[in-house]
């Protein structure tokens, strides 16, 4: 039980991977590649969590208070916002190749050529 | 290799990573007992020597500000990379669209939520070492107004609004602007990105010193590069061409 | 662990599983939505209000706009992601 976010986050990346093995649509490989990173949020966020411990936000708390670590919500923060970005740079490589394959099925689009 | 010859050694493969992983979780520290040290330091040192009550905002730009720099050039490279792929495949022929929205009223509304919005947006990235919030939340936001403006009124209100000719000059600003005050505190003396300006009063608008000029310009900079990627997918072709969905 | 925090993890865990189950891209844009805000959920949960902030704006926000964004300028090629 102690363990369980962590089993969650493995689960997740192992879901998405399966998703962007199997996938039939670059799109659809787009989203779970974006599963797959949730899945590094939610790990980072367990390793911070104190038990009984309260949001780290001192406007109307004590400084003594126990709060959970402040250092991966940073981390996880900015990693959220840029992945979208990423994301939507993985996309416009998918609208590129439709547009010069005419398919977005992985598994039609012609293998390297010489 | 056909598929089923890949997915049989996927499969054996995914078997392998999966005990791996579990395996490596199990050792970790058991769930709410955080042991590292430089959580608590931070989260004890925030209020007395920053004057910063939000203590992950207080990290997110002073203490660990370099790794937000890094994370916010990532933001640029990828908005900068995703303007270079898809600015040649834009029509620009914008003579035969029609007003594919024909109700005053969700204009109306649209515009009113668009100001809303903006205003709202201001406000998350003021209060960031107050309240959560911030830059990255609140530049968000803020390129989410102008992305209102698109769907409730015609291409070419949303095109006078935030072209990529505006959200360029904004998104640099923003990112030059973010290495720019690191060099000043190195020119000033101090470290780079350090903190310089008097910090002010805890729970305030005016606290956080530097801190709080950074987090504009990267306010600035994320809701820019959003906007720069948004004015490249929502495009004309989008909108409705003589009742028509697409080119 | 407080029970919520048990809940909250079983919504996220289902709401992955059926991320990449979605076979039509459009359905999948909506569904990653919503799992976005089972996370918004398990964020505040965990006791981390920026980044159930930052996850909030993104998932209802920037996700969508930019997914259905690239899908309506590939017309046509809806389809596909299963097994």
Excluded at chain 1, 49 to 54: A, C, N, V, W
Excluded at chain 2, 215 to 226: P, T
Excluded at chain 3, 26 to 35: D, E, G, K, W
Aim: charged fraction near 15%; proline fraction near 3%.
């Amino acid at each position: 039980m102690t363990i369980l976010p962590y089993l969650l986050a493995v689960w997740i990346f192992l879901v998405g991977l399966v998703g962007i093995v199997t996938s039939r649509n670059l799109i659809h490989l787009t989203v779970c590649v974006s599963i797959c990173q949730s899945a590094t949020y939610i790990l980072l966020l367990a390793i911070g969590y104190k038990s009984h411990g309260t949001a780290p936000v001192f406007a109307d708390i004590p400084t003594s208070r126990k709060v959970v670590d402040p250092v991966v919500q940073s981390l996880t923060l900015t990693d959220i916002v840029v992945a979208v970005a990423v994301s939507a740079l993985l996309l416009a490589l998918a609208l590129k190749v439709f547009e010069a394959e005419g398919s977005l099925d992985p598994a039609e689009i012609a293998e390297l050529k010489g | 290799m056909t598929t089923r010859v890949r997915l049989a050694v996927f499969s054996s493969g995914l078997v392998l990573v999966a005990a791996l992983l579990v395996d490596g979780v199990s050792n970790l520290p058991p769930f709410g007992r955080y042991a590292g040290p430089y959580g608590d330091i931070v989260a004890r040192l925030v209020e007395p020597q920053r004057h910063m009550a939000n203590a992950v905002t207080a990290v997110v730009f002073d203490y660990r500000g370099f790794d937000t720099m890094g994370e916010e050039l990532i933001l640029f490279a990828a908005a900068s990379a995703v303007a270079l792929l898809l600015r040649e495949m834009r029509d620009h022929d914008t003579s035969d669209l029609v007003e594919g929205i024909r109700s005053d009223a969700l204009r109306g509304v649209g515009a009113l939520a668009a100001i809303v919005t903006f205003v709202l947006a201001l406000q998350v990235v003021a209060h960031g070492f107050i309240t959560p919030g911030g830059g990255f939340q609140g530049g968000v936001v803020l390129s989410a107004a102008f992305a209102l403006v698109f769907l409730t009124n015609e291409y070419r209100a949303y095109n006078r609004l935030a072209s990529s000719s505006f959200a360029e000059p904004v998104e640099a600003l923003g990112a030059g602007g973010y290495v720019f005050l690191g060099l000043l505190a190195l020119a000033l003396g101090f470290g780079f990105l350090e903190n310089f300006l008097p910090f002010g009063v805890t729970g305030r608008l005016r606290s956080g010193g530097s801190a709080a000029i950074v987090n504009w310009s990267s306010a600035l900079a994320v809701s820019g590069g959003f906007a720069l990627i948004f004015s490249e997918y929502l495009q004309e072709n989008v909108a409705v061409r003589h009742g028509r969905v697409g080119k | 662990m407080e029970p919520l925090q048990i809940v909250a993890m079983l919504y996220v865990a289902l709401g992955a599983l059926c991320v990449v189950l979605a076979r039509d891209v459009v359905r999948q844009a909506l569904v990653f939505s919503l799992y976005g805000f089972s996370l918004v959920v398990l964020f505040v949960v965990f006791q981390a209000p920026d980044v159930a902030l930052s996850a909030l704006v993104v998932s209802g926000i920037a996700y969508p706009l930019v997914l259905v964004g690239a899908i309506a300028r590939c017309h046509g090629q809806r389809k596909g992601g299963g097994k």
